[in-house]
């Protein structure tokens, strides 16, 4: 009877956000940009990129930058990414190589295998015997002619301001990634001194055969530690307590800075590792759903 009414509550949490949101997005400028539109050596893998503000809210001079899970699209992000638009972010949803799932380099004795597979994909570099992406199709690359597009193509957009001297302005953003996703924030994180990362359902970096976590989460990281937030799901189908291990390790911290979160309620709370339990058939994809806008608000504001 209790989970019954549960799920009712929550049900009637999701609609009422869903139909604020529709009201609270009416000021968001939606752009749609084809890759090869930034560079003709970029190739579409999944659809446009997306590129997204709020006209009627005072910016932040922020950029979320967020990179979607397996085989995802940018565009199927919209609705999380018009909600950090209303919250006065810049955001951007990038089309790139997604279709290998990163816990193909779980099992076996290599363990730099995730490190070149997040390497190659991110940089280009062929490194990698999983993937083969190169420079111009890398995350790097993709993220920069975006960039450069948008400030030719939407000049009163504001995106001059993340990017200096032609690169991204890491300083200036967010990145945040879902499950694949997560573990490239993360990494892009290590090499650049961004403001946050933000990191759902994942990493999923984890050596099953070795029992431990990949070895580059643990490499000194260009950005402090105290700036990677996580949101994962308790009955995840890749392993809560291994995306816990990878956390802990990317964050430097020996015991679990755990916390349970419901949706709506205010977080108390100074952790960085934030957990729900919500009766769904989608564990992997909750940490997305819009009735979660509080804990993604404590994830950029929490000091």
């Not at 809560?240 to 015991?255: E, R």
Request: proline share 4%; charged share 15%; with cysteine.
């Amino acid at each position: 009877m209790f989970s019954h009414v549960l799920t009712r509550n929550i049900f009637m949490v999701l609609v009422t956000l869903f139909f604020g949101s529709i009201s609270l997005s009416a000021h968001v400028k939606i752009l749609h940009i084809e890759s090869g539109q930034t560079d003709s050596s970029i190739v579409a893998v999944n659809g446009p990129n997306i590129a997204l503000y709020d006209t009627s809210v005072k910016s932040r001079h922020l950029l979320y930058l967020f990179l979607v899970g397996t085989g995802g699209k940018a565009t199927g992000s919209q609705t999380m990414d018009s909600i950090f638009a209303t919250m006065g972010f810049h955001a951007i949803s990038l089309d790139y190589e997604d279709n290998v799932v990163a816990v193909s380099c779980a099992h076996g004795l290599d363990s730099n295998s995730f490190d070149r597979y997040r390497e190659e994909i991110i940089t280009g570099k062929p490194v990698s015997k999983k993937v083969n992406v190169d420079s111009a199709n890398s995350i790097l690359n993709r993220l920069q002619k975006l960039l450069i597009y948008l400030i030719n193509n939407d000049p009163n957009g504001g995106w001059s301001q993340f990017v200096k001297n032609g690169k991204p302005l890491w300083s200036r953003i967010v990145v945040a990634g879902h499950s694949q996703g997560s573990g490239h924030a993360a990494y892009i994180a290590k090499m650049f001194k961004v403001n946050r990362v933000l990191m759902f359902s994942g990493p999923q970096d984890y050596l099953d055969d070795l029992h431990m976590p990949a070895p580059w989460q643990a490499r000194k990281s260009a950005t402090p530690v105290k700036r990677f937030y996580a949101f994962l799901n308790l009955k995840d189908p890749f392993n809560v307590k291994h995306q816990i291990a990878n956390c802990m390790t990317l964050m430097k911290i020996s015991k679990p800075d755990t916390i349970m979160v419901t949706p709506g309620e205010v977080i108390h709370s100074h952790s960085h590792i934030l957990i729900n339990n919500i009766p769904t058939k989608s564990y992997h994809g909750s940490t997305l759903f819009p009735i979660f806008k509080n804990v993604w608000e404590y994830m950029v504001n929490n000091k």
